[in-house]
């Protein structure tokens, strides 16, 4: 579901990425019960690039998504870093995650119970 949804997004995702519901905050986890893999939401600004860079070990095999990013660039350079470590980063506009997971704000990991 998740990667249907990034893909559908990204056919008509423009720059700057901007989610109107999402802002960052206090990172969090939020077990799901029906999700297959774990995914996880972050932005490009340091509360969540810090956390990216703390948790990166744990999150081999996930999806990323940055949901803020007005720097292309910026954000290919980190979709290339975080690619050699195992980890796949997409861009899109976080809103409709909110409606879909309940999401209230980033850096997040959602993962499988």
């Known amino acids: 579901m998740v990667k249907a949804l990034i893909m559908a997004t990204l056919v008509g995702a423009q720059w700057p990425?901007?989610?109107?519901?999402l802002r960052?905050?206090?990172?969090?986890?939020l077990p799901m019960q029906?999700?297959?893999a774990p995914f996880f939401v972050i932005g490009m600004d340091p509360i969540s690039l810090r956390w990216l860079e703390q948790q990166?070990?744990?999150?081999?095999?996930?999806?990323?998504?940055?949901?803020e990013s007005t720097d292309r660039g910026r954000f290919d350079a980190l979709k290339r870093e975080v690619?050699?470590?195992?980890?796949?980063?997409e861009a899109m506009p976080g809103d409709s995650?909110?409606?879909?997971?309940?999401?209230t704000h980033y850096p997040v990991l959602l993962r499988p119970l």
Do not use: F, M, N
């Open 17 to 21: 990425i901007h989610s109107a519901q």
């Open 24 to 29: 960052v905050g206090e990172p969090y986890e």
């Open 83 to 89: 690619a050699a470590r195992g980890v796949t980063l």
């Open 56 to 67: 990166i070990e744990h999150l081999h095999g996930a999806v990323g998504i940055v949901v």
């Open 34 to 36: 029906h999700l297959a």
């Open 97 to 103: 995650l909110v409606k879909l997971y309940g999401l």
